[in-house]
């Protein structure tokens, strides 16, 4: 089983920024591909960025060019750095694992940006 805690959201001013990390209780190598997902109020959950094991990365059209999935494999780490932030990117982001065919999610951290 694979435990994920995210951590590093907050209340921010549009235009800034904040690194959101996801903890997993199991080495990178093991886990066949990391996402942060986020879900804002009446809104389905969405992706937003997908780190696979081979180091390939996607992002949705709304936050490429500003958000940056990376991982730390020392401290099983994945990070979200999300820059140039907007009112309208705030949510609860959640990392989610896939490990082997099953994929495990985190709590959710709450990111709230004010205009």
């Known amino acids: 089983q694979v435990q994920l805690v995210e951590s590093g959201g907050g209340l921010v001013q549009a235009g800034g920024s904040l690194r959101l990390s996801c903890a997993h209780s199991?080495?990178?190598?093991?886990?066949?591909?990391m996402g942060w997902y986020r879900q804002a109020p009446g809104k389905q959950r969405e992706l937003v960025a997908g780190?696979?094991?081979?180091?390939?990365?996607n992002y949705a059209d709304s936050v490429k060019g500003r958000f940056t999935i990376s991982r730390d494999n020392a401290k099983n780490t994945t990070y979200l750095q999300m820059n140039s932030l907007k009112p309208e990117d705030t949510a609860v982001y959640y990392c989610?694992?896939?490990?082997?065919?099953?994929?495990?999610w985190g709590q959710g951290t709450q990111v709230t940006v004010s205009s």
């Open positions: 989610n694992a896939l490990y082997g065919s099953t994929l495990y």
């Open positions: 199991i080495k990178i190598f093991g886990i066949n591909r």
């Open positions: 780190l696979a094991s081979g180091g390939f990365t």
